[in-house]
């Protein structure tokens, strides 16, 4: 048995032979194979099953593989909290990340609750069964199948896995090279000794440049807007020497919190005072590259600090490549490409082998999932989150999505954890249905506070999230922490209640 209980015959909202479980996953990324591990060790009566449209484990860590692959952020933040990071890299490459996240699905035994190339386009549920159906494309043999579940927890990260954001440039099929997408990285891409553009200057243009800059012939950052950067060594000193005293679980906890509260901390000083963080970040940058560095131009960006995301680089390695002069970056606004590479509305002209469009991810939100509740289309979009985890309105549905501002998983972690006291709390209660209330008096908020791009061309698709408690979404360990944690589950916002049109009674009358 896998833990899976098989209904024989007709299911009430399944069709025939449809298997329900108790928890249903969809994806086997960081947040899919964390939350497996929650539900085993925090709720392990309940079966589950993660439906993953891939043909493996690791989502991100398995999909990129463009040069230099890494993290952004620390892995004592960006690895679960339940296994610890013992590799000497806290700023680390994705073949690493990948193999953490394999290690953790084979060392937990989550391996063989994972269906794979399954990928879920439906999802509807019925208040009288209490049961979503889930409907789900096998991406091997291209027939549907069917499932039905008690919960459905989404963890499909945030973006097209069909393809990246690519603006729409004129006279792109004009270009006699090539023209590389990140996402897609070309495994035969024999870059030695060409000349190579990168477009965009975010994390992945960071990474991208130094990574190819020591076998091309020269790298350009060509960027219409600079990025805030910053270098952090790659190996944390104090880690090593906690390690070298401490039992591996201990020392990574102290790490964990020493890095989310210098995070926090710095997060907290870039929005309180601004000038003061930009001045001091720009100062950083001219020590790397020297007094006669235009860093005005290239490294001084519109916005303030954390109104983005800010673009780590471990040792230095962007600004070393661009010392060697084995890379530089231009500030400029593309008019057309040409035959030979690209014009730019300045008048220069950039000559480049190779082009590659580092401009960004689309988001999407739930994989584009068609959500029904009894029959009705919900538009994810017109409902407001609850603490981050769950939606207005739409029964026995959460979803995991990290923090903008810190690592991914430290909100992932905390998101199944509470999941696991949700479904406790039902069981005990003898509860079938847990539904976020919507409060009209709550004011409405952007999901997300930050200005990149791809939040902007996203607005319309992302979720609300409202102006308080419980759904204000802090972006912040501490706080999320307090709340889904050790707050309490029965809130009065989150409605339980049994099948058979109970759905609004509240626990205490239901019970
Ligand atoms: C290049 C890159 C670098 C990053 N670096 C960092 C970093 O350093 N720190 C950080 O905090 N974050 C980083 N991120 C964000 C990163 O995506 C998260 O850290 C984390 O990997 C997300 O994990 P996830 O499991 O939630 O989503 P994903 O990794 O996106 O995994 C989602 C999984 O769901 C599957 N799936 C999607 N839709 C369906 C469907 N309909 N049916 C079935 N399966 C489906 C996908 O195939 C995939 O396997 C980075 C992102 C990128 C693109």
């Known amino acids: 048995m896998d833990g899976t209980s098989r209904i024989e015959g007709a299911t009430e909202t399944g069709g025939r032979g449809s298997e329900l479980f108790d928890v249903l996953l969809v994806g086997a990324g960081i947040s ?117 579940c008690r919960w459905l927890h989404m963890c499909s990260g945030y973006y097209d896995y069909a393809g990246g954001y690519v603006p729409e440039f004129q006279d792109m099929d004009r270009f006699e090279g090539r023209i590389v997408h990140p996402q897609f990285w070309p495994e035969d891409l024999d870059y030695r000794g060409k000349s190579v553009v990168v477009i965009g200057s975010g994390a992945t243009a960071v990474t991208l440049v130094p990574a190819m800059a020591g076998d091309a012939g020269h790298v350009v950052m060509l960027q219409r807007s600079p990025t805030y950067i910053v270098s952090r060594p790659s190996e944390d000193s104090i880690a090593h020497w906690l390690r070298r005293r401490l039992p591996p679980m201990l020392a990574y906890r102290l790490v964990r919190w020493k890095n989310v509260l210098l995070q926090q901390w710095f997060f907290h000083l870039a929005r309180t005072r601004p000038e003061k963080v930009k001045t001091k970040l720009l100062e950083l940058v001219r020590e790397e590259l020297g007094p006669n560095y235009d860093v005005e131009t290239h490294f001084t960006p519109r916005y303030n600090p954390w109104q983005q995301r800010l673009c780590l680089v471990p040792d230095s390695d962007l600004f070393e490549a661009i010392r060697q002069g084995k890379a530089s970056v231009v500030t400029g606004e593309i008019e ?66 990290g923090y903008t501002n810190a690592s991914w998983t430290l909100k992932a972690d905390l998101t199944a954890g509470y999941l696991c006291r949700i479904l406790n709390h039902m069981e005990a209660k003898g509860c079938e249905i847990a539904q976020p209330h919507r409060d009209p008096d709550v004011e409405e908020m952007p999901f997300v506070d930050f200005t990149s791009g791809y939040f902007e061309r996203a607005r319309d698709i992302l979720p609300k999230q409202g102006a308080t408690k419980p759904w204000r979404l802090h972006q912040n360990y501490a706080l999320d922490m307090a709340s889904l944690k050790y707050g309490t589950v029965d809130d009065g916002t989150l409605a339980f209640g049994r099948r058979a049109g109970t759905a609004r009674h509240r626990v205490t009358e239901a019970a």
């Open 32 to 148: 899919g194979i964390g939350a497996a591990w929650y539900l085993q060790s925090q709720a392990p009566s309940r079966s589950y099953l993660i439906l993953e449209s891939r043909e493996g484990i690791g989502g991100t860590w398995d999909l990129f593989r463009y040069p230099g692959i890494r993290s952004d952020s620390d892995m004592y933040t960006l690895g679960f909290a339940f296994k610890p990071w013992l590799a000497a890299k806290a700023i680390a490459d994705g073949p690493s990340i990948l193999d953490y996240v394999r290690e953790t699905a084979r060392e937990h035994d989550i391996d063989r609750h994972i269906r794979f190339s399954h990928h879920v386009t439906s999802a509807s549920w019925s208040s009288k069964a209490a049961l979503w159906t889930v409907e789900a494309e096998r991406r091997d043999s291209g027939e549907t199948v069917r499932f039905t």
């Open 336 to 401: 057309r490409f040409t035959e030979k590479g690209l014009k730019l509305t300045s008048g220069a002209e950039l000559d480049a082998d190779i082009i590659v469009s580092a401009t960004g991810l689309k988001l999407q939100v739930l994989s584009d999932v068609a959500f029904t509740v009894d029959g009705e289309r919900r538009n994810i979009s017109r409902s407001m989150t609850y603490k981050g985890m769950m939606f207005s309105d739409i029964p026995n549905v959460s979803y995991s999505f």
